[in-house]
């Protein structure tokens, strides 16, 4: 396994440009399940959940390109019309929860499904009841044995029904949109997800043929078509790379040039940094984020709430910029119930932070000082990387999966903008 390891103290300064969004591309590759013909995903981000996704699909008999031609330009052409074993073992489903997004496009497709019941995983038990609730009011029907789901649609195909999710669910949204493409009838979705990356989705469906209304508001309705063709089809930029290298101008100081920004996609995200005295700029499609080192940032309370507020995937990351700034921040995470894996790493470098349920007290301290640390999921791992880059002295991150799980080499990025960061075997 690899441990990263950082020297502290150097402010951030020049240009990189912002990857292919994760929880777009996931989805994306789930819906390739439902196409007649190819279907070609350009600016692919290269990492692990992909990896994954990719494995999963050739494990069901699909077959996927080459995920990377040499460089940066990301191409994957996904054909998944010799699927035959439409399963997600344990082995894969145990690291990538969100395989639960082909259950949907199975059960369209191929009329059945045997996907193992994701775990649950660093930052809540993250059920899944919301999709199966939805999938069986479309016809589905389910047998629970090993901890695999057993899925069957009905004879004639799932059917149209009209949804109300009780909670706002990214991937629930997405596994029934794809469902409801091929199903007989007109699909509503109610406190539908507005999320951007839900939209991508829709967006991609609609290019191969599917008949979408709605997307980005909290109703959808989707009218079942009897076929999808392939399609080439573009990854929206990752407004949570975008908005944890923010976070990293924030924490280090510097000046970067971030290109490529999805603005509309990271409207509160910006909003909050800039209220915190982060200077930030538009120039064209790219985004001027600087801060001097030696002016802190002011306090900045925070709640997390689904798009278009402040995402949940972005609480650990805006965490560590409190750490140093001036004041008392409260955040609070109102999706998940255990997303504050981070808080006890942050306190290793002496931020002041107490915790009351879901509410995290943040005092700024003057400075943070380097310790070794241990990630526990996605975004506490860029999060305990970001504060470690102002951290006095040197910091070592292990289990650093968890960070190469949803990014693309964030390593390599910060040490380009002048980061002093080492990969080494743990
Ligand atoms: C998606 O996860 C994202 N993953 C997550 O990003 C993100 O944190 C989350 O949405 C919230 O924005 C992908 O898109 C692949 P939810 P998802 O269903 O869909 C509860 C990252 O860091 N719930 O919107 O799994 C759930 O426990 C990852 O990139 C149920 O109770 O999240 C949570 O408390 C982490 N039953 C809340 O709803 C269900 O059936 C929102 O979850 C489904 C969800």
């Known amino acids: 396994m690899d441990r990263l390891v950082v020297e502290g103290g150097f402010p951030l300064k020049g240009e990189t440009r912002v990857s292919g969004a994760k929880n777009a591309a996931l989805p994306l590759m789930a819906a390739s399940i439902l196409a007649d013909g190819p279907l070609t995903l350009v600016n692919i981000p290269r990492l692990g959940d992909l990896r994954t996704m990719g494995r999963l699909i050739a494990f069901m008999g699909g077959s996927v390109s ?33 395989s639960a997004l082909v259950l949907g496009p199975l059960l369209a497709k191929c009329g059945r499904a045997k996907v193992s019941l994701p775990g649950g995983c660093a930052i809540g038990v993250r059920p899944i009841d919301l999709h199966l609730t939805a999938l069986k009011e479309m016809g589905a029907t389910f047998d629970l044995s090993g901890g695999d789901i057993v899925a069957a649609a009905p004879k004639g195909g799932l059917k149209a029904a009209r949804i109300r999710f009780e909670t ?23 406190n539908a997800a507005k999320e951007p990356e839900v939209v991508d989705t829709g967006e991609a469906l609609i290019k191969m043929g599917a008949k979408i209304e709605g997307l980005g508001t909290d109703e959808l309705a989707i009218e079942g078509v009897p076929s999808l063709s392939g399609a080439e089809y573009r990854v929206m930029p990752d407004r949570i790379e975008a908005g944890t290298l923010i976070a990293a101008v924030a924490v280090a100081g510097g000046e970067v040039l971030l290109k490529g920004t999805p603005f509309k996609a990271m409207a509160g995200v910006i909003e909050k940094f800039a209220s915190s005295g982060l200077a930030l700029e538009a120039q064209g499609d790219d985004l001027l984020a600087r801060r001097d080192p030696l002016e802190p940032l002011k306090a900045q309370d925070m709640t997390t709430s689904p798009f278009p507020g402040f995402p949940t995937d972005m609480q650990a990351q805006f965490m560590a910029a409190m750490t140093l700034a001036r004041g008392v921040s409260i955040v609070t995470e109102t999706i998940f119930e255990n997303r504050f894996m981070h808080v006890a790493e942050l306190k290793r470098l002496g931020a002041d932070i107490s915790l009351e349920g879901r509410v995290a007290v943040v005092r700024g301290v003057k400075s943070l000082s380097g310790a070794p640390l241990t990630a526990s999921d996605l975004r506490a791992s860029a999060s305990l990387i970001l504060a470690a880059l102002a951290a006095k002295g040197q910091s070592s991150l292990a289990r650093v999966y968890h960070l190469d799980r949803g990014y693309n080499r964030l390593d390599r990025k910060l040490n380009s903008l002048g980061a002093k960061i080492r990969r080494e075997k743990e």
């Open 66 to 98: 080459p995920f990377w031609e040499n460089g940066e330009a990301e191409v994957a052409t996904i054909e998944t019309r010799n699927i035959d074993r439409p399963e997600a073992p344990h082995e894969l489903v145990k690291t990538m929860r969100a």
């Open 168 to 190: 706002v669910t990214v991937t629930g949204t997405e596994n029934i949109m794809m469902a409801a493409a091929l199903a007989d009838g007109v699909t509503t979705i109610s």
